[in-house]
């Protein structure tokens, strides 16, 4: 019977004491925390939210990921990553796509629930991708912002299987019992379920 267990050898053992003694932040990077900064989307760049504003999950596992909701910031792309990095605003997106370029910040991890939606089953559910800019002023949603997040988008519609039509890529005041009215009347619809298709 105890030769089923593996035998530790004297070396082994101070090997494993040795390497508890290091301060966890002197660890080799595939230690200490590099599991935290891994992207589900290689493009994005790893902004991460406050744990106290997303509930930890295994999706798709725990719950099925559906829907794909769009937002937009009504802040600033640095203000909104700031938020979502503040314990105490209980909100976060999957994703954050800047106006300027493009440029898509991930501060949620996809297996994990952000709280972006308003509505638990549908933040279950759903990937939420946060737009810079404000529903009223359109010069924010640029060629850049719309062709980098139809690419994302595309990207987590084939990853999860999620139909590319409205249906499932909707806007955030689709959701059931939403105050909230973004993407707004200057969001181009058409345009965009176009560009997913064709990323």
Not at 28 to 36: F, I, T
Not at 151 to 167: F, G, N, Q, S
Request: glycine share 6%; net charge negative.
């Amino acid at each position: 019977m105890d030769r089923a267990r593996p035998r530790l050898s004297r070396r082994r053992l101070l090997k494993g004491a040795a390497l508890a003694a290091v301060p966890y932040p002197l660890l080799p990077e595939g230690r200490a925390g590099a599991q935290s900064a891994a992207v589900d989307y290689p493009p994005a760049e790893w902004q991460a939210a406050s744990g106290s504003n997303y509930t930890v999950s295994h999706r798709p596992g725990d719950y099925t990921v559906d829907r794909v909701i769009i937002h937009v910031t009504q802040e600033t792309y640095t203000d909104t990553l700031a938020i979502f990095a503040d314990p105490q605003k209980k909100v976060s997106a999957h994703y954050v796509v800047r106006s300027a370029d493009g440029h898509v910040a991930q501060c949620v991890h996809e297996a994990d629930i952000a709280w972006h939606a308003g509505n638990w089953s549908y933040n279950t559910r759903s990937i939420g991708i946060e737009h810079e800019g404000w529903i009223d002023q359109p010069a924010y949603f640029t060629d850049a912002l719309y062709e980098e997040s139809a690419r994302l988008t595309a990207a987590i519609c084939a990853k999860y299987r999620i139909p590319r039509d409205r249906e499932h890529i909707i806007g955030h005041y689709q959701v059931p019992g939403t105050d909230h009215t973004d993407p707004g009347p200057n969001w181009d619809w058409v345009r965009y379920i176009r560009m997913v298709n064709f990323a």
